[in-house]
């Protein structure tokens, strides 16, 4: 559920690649209660681990142990009613976290990890458009020329994960910041959250399902990290842009569902233009995609809604919206954004999007409403979650309708 919540479980990870490190005292509790259940020969065959490893568990002789021994301890407690020592329990008890091949700890790790938060949003933004997880190593990392962006992700991480130790640098080559977070944190995010590692532009990852779905006070926080980054700029032919690449010369899914998002808060945006196709230095092609908001109107909502948190963007933004003379021209909205609004309401209210409440609330001919949503539907704007059934006792129940995940 992971993907659907944003909410990953000790029980999530890999459970022969991790380890962890409970207090003393449970781990001393959970042994003595085990050896009430059977004595340490049974217990060491039941549990396929040896005596040693069972005595160096209770007596904390190691930093840590491998979350698969801690598993089946918890596993023969519940089994024989001691709840107490569940894993949902356990989770929230951990001191420490790590990959198993002695990588960085996370400290006291905060299971349940909720990325369902402001400062989730933005961790996964930073790992989706401006820099990644490590295929080879599943280490994610983040770089960046603002030490300040670089800094407020290792507090998004410290707040949402738990106390981590970053391997952190200036490169003085390209005036970079650049940190790189435990391989733990990989494990949560690729495991847990479902994630895709390695190189963006070759394996096209997407948004995550609960930021599509999201708080929109979170979505905004989502943007304006996303705003933040060195792929998007203010720039002179009056126009904020942001630009993503990929392999295929296709626009890439992440780009076309952010521009989902931004236009659900009522903001504009033109059509994803391809701007340059490259050659990378592993050598394989890679094309460039540009989502731009343009219109006078649409960049003031912007700024109002989403803005940047960095001072040279804000300025940036300010003058561009100084520099307009006339009035703005107000564009008209289309039938089908009426109708996506209609729905958001609709949604709000925890009323059914049918064609009967849509017609009733837009004011129009139900015959013009369902030729409009079947046109929905064809443009991936709408999705079907309740066919029209037939009534036993005469008539129907009408069709329902939610908004798409990804508007295209």
Same mark, same amino acid.
């Given at each position: 559920?992971?993907?659907?919540?944003?909410?990953?479980?000790?029980?999530?990870?890999?459970?022969?690649?991790?380890?962890?490190?409970?207090?003393?005292?449970?781990?001393?509790?959970?042994?003595?209660?085990?050896?009430?259940?059977?004595? %340490?020969?049974?217990?060491?065959?039941?549990?396929?681990?040896?005596?040693?490893?069972? *005595?160096?568990?209770?007596?904390?002789?190691?930093?840590?142990?491998?979350?698969?021994?801690?598993?089946?301890?918890?596993?023969?407690?519940?089994?024989?009613?001691?709840?107490?020592?569940?894993?949902?329990?356990?989770?929230?008890?951990?001191?420490?976290?790590?990959?198993?091949?002695?990588?960085?700890?996370?400290?006291?790790?905060?299971?349940?990890?909720?990325?369902?938060?402001?400062?989730?949003?933005?961790?996964?933004?930073?790992?989706?458009?401006?820099?990644?997880?490590?295929?080879?190593?599943?280490?994610?990392?983040?770089?960046?020329?603002?030490?300040?962006?670089?800094?407020?992700?290792?507090?998004?991480?410290?707040?949402?994960?738990?106390?981590?130790?970053?391997?952190?640098?200036?490169?003085?080559?390209?005036?970079?910041?650049?940190?790189?977070?435990?391989?733990?944190?990989?494990?949560?995010? /690729?495991?847990?959250?479902?994630? %895709?590692?390695?190189?963006?532009?070759?394996?096209?990852?997407?948004?995550?399902?609960?930021?599509?779905?999201?708080?929109?006070?979170?979505?905004?926080?989502?943007?304006?990290?996303?705003?933040?980054?060195?792929?998007?700029?203010?720039?002179?032919?009056?126009?904020?842009?942001?630009?993503? *690449?990929?392999?295929?010369?296709?626009?890439?899914?992440?780009?076309?569902?952010?521009?989902?998002?931004?236009?659900?808060?009522?903001?504009?945006?033109?059509?994803?233009?391809?701007?340059?196709?490259?050659?990378?230095?592993?050598? *394989?092609?890679?094309?460039?995609?540009?989502?731009?908001?343009?219109?006078?109107?649409?960049?003031?909502?912007?700024?109002?809604?989403?803005?940047?948190?960095?001072?040279?963007?804000?300025?940036?933004?300010?003058?561009?919206?100084?520099? *307009?003379?006339?009035?703005?021209?107000?564009?008209?909205?289309?039938?089908?954004?009426?109708?996506?609004?209609?729905?958001?309401?609709?949604?709000?209210?925890?009323?059914?999007?049918?064609?009967?409440?849509?017609?009733?609330?837009?004011?129009?001919?139900?015959?013009?409403?369902?030729?409009?949503?079947?046109?929905?539907?064809?443009?991936?704007?709408?999705?079907?979650?309740?066919?029209?059934?037939?009534?036993?006792?005469?008539?129907?129940?009408?069709?329902?309708?939610?908004?798409?995940?990804? /508007?295209?």
């Amino acid at each position: 559920m992971s993907q659907k919540d944003g909410i990953v479980h000790l029980q999530d990870l890999p459970e022969n690649k991790v380890s962890i490190k409970l207090p003393n005292s449970i781990q001393k509790s959970m042994i003595d209660t085990a050896l009430k259940i059977s004595n %340490i020969n049974e217990l060491s065959r039941i549990l396929s681990i040896s005596k040693t490893t069972v *005595y160096d568990f209770r007596n904390s002789r190691q930093e840590s142990i491998i979350f698969s021994t801690v598993k089946k301890i918890s596993s023969l407690l519940v089994n024989n009613s001691h709840k107490e020592f569940s894993l949902e329990n356990l989770e929230t008890k951990i001191e420490l976290i790590r990959a198993k091949s002695n990588g960085n700890p996370v400290y006291y790790p905060k299971f349940p990890i909720n990325f369902n938060t402001k400062e989730g949003f933005e961790i996964i933004s930073s790992i989706l458009f401006d820099d990644g997880i490590a295929r080879s190593t599943l280490r994610p990392f983040y770089t960046n020329n603002e030490e300040s962006l670089v800094n407020r992700f290792v507090s998004n991480v410290n707040i949402v994960v738990g106390e981590i130790i970053p391997y952190k640098r200036l490169d003085k080559r390209t005036d970079t910041y650049q940190v790189e977070l435990p391989k733990i944190l990989g494990y949560i995010l /690729v495991d847990g959250l479902d994630l %895709i590692p390695g190189r963006k532009v070759l394996n096209n990852p997407s948004i995550s399902e609960f930021i599509l779905n999201g708080n929109e006070i979170f979505q905004k926080a989502f943007l304006q990290q996303t705003f933040d980054d060195e792929r998007s700029s203010v720039c002179y032919r009056k126009c904020i842009e942001f630009s993503q *690449y990929r392999t295929e010369n296709k626009p890439p899914l992440r780009l076309i569902q952010l521009k989902g998002i931004i236009e659900r808060l009522g903001i504009r945006t033109n059509k994803i233009s391809f701007v340059e196709v490259r050659k990378t230095k592993k050598g *394989y092609l890679s094309y460039g995609w540009i989502l731009t908001i343009t219109n006078q109107v649409d960049i003031k909502i912007f700024k109002e809604k989403i803005n940047f948190s960095l001072e040279r963007k804000k300025k940036k933004l300010e003058n561009l919206l100084n520099s *307009y003379t006339s009035k703005p021209m107000v564009k008209r909205f289309t039938a089908t954004e009426e109708a996506l609004k209609i729905c958001e309401k609709l949604k709000s209210e925890n009323k059914s999007i049918t064609i009967y409440n849509v017609s009733k609330e837009s004011n129009k001919s139900r015959r013009y409403t369902a030729r409009l949503m079947i046109k929905m539907l064809k443009e991936n704007k709408l999705q079907i979650v309740k066919p029209k059934t037939m009534l036993r006792t005469g008539g129907s129940k009408p069709k329902e309708f939610k908004i798409a995940t990804m /508007v295209v």
